[in-house]
């Protein structure tokens, strides 16, 4: 059995979905009994980060909810946490209950959501604080990918105001995205479209200026030391 401290030779006892106990030789009965000799038996994996049935750039990624939590609970990942997405003149509770319905009835494992805000007004700031109390804790916003995703200085500000006094987190995405595009736009029109372009095009300067820009932000809301 592996725990987060140990690694042992030990039972398990499961009660419903809930782990009851785990020790040698367990004074308890049981319904079913798993013989796990020689084998480890460890918690299922967390992936944070999944973007299923997400559209992006005129297409949607390759795995919807159905194929994509079939692949993780066969590779021992038993939950995951996708991103919902606001859309343009959207709330952000509606984006939330698109992304519910994408998953309904096709997930093979448990799932939660971080939340992508695409704009930051008053509907918007009411509802992290309801998304909150539904156990949407945390929202993802951009500095990169102008006309997309990307939000200005103010909006950020606003949206870590509000989480520090709803207990939401902030998720950044920090590059310059303008900064950025006018390079991707530079290139294009160059021809240089090799992959390693991409890389060249989101220099490691745009991430730090963002990245400290970020953390001024932060702390201006009260968010960091």
């Known amino acids: 059995m592996v725990t987060a401290s140990d690694t042992l030779a030990a039972d398990v006892l499961i009660d419903g ?34 973007h299923l049935d997400m559209p992006f750039g005129g297409t949607f990624s390759a795995d919807d909810f159905e194929t994509g939590t079939a692949a993780a609970a066969w590779g021992g990942t038993t939950t995951i946490v996708d991103f919902a997405i606001q859309d343009f003149g959207e709330s952000l509770q509606a984006g939330y209950e698109r992304w519910l319905a994408k998953a ?52 950020i500000l606003r ?43 989101r220099p490691a300067t745009m991430a730090g200026e963002a990245t400290s820009r970020a953390i001024a932000l932060a702390r201006l809301a009260g968010l960091a030391g």
Do not use: C
């Open 17 to 50: 979905s809930t782990v009851a106990a785990i020790g040698r030789n367990l004074d308890a009965t049981a319904d079913r009994v798993i013989d796990a000799s020689n084998r480890y038996v460890m918690p299922g994996g967390v992936d944070a980060h999944t």
């Open 104 to 155: 309904a009835g096709k997930a093979h494992v448990d799932y939660g959501f971080h939340m992508i805000v695409r704009e930051v007004n008053d509907q918007t700031l009411a509802d992290m604080d309801a998304l909150v109390r539904q156990g949407v804790t945390s929202f993802k916003l951009f500095m990169a990918y102008p006309g997309v995703f990307m939000l200005d200085d103010a909006s």
């Open 159 to 201: 949206a870590m105001q509000r989480t520090s006094d709803n207990g939401g987190l902030i998720m950044m995405h920090a590059e310059n995205g303008g900064a950025i595009d006018v390079l991707v736009q530079r290139y294009l029109r160059e021809g240089r479209t090799d992959p390693i372009n991409h890389a060249l095009t």
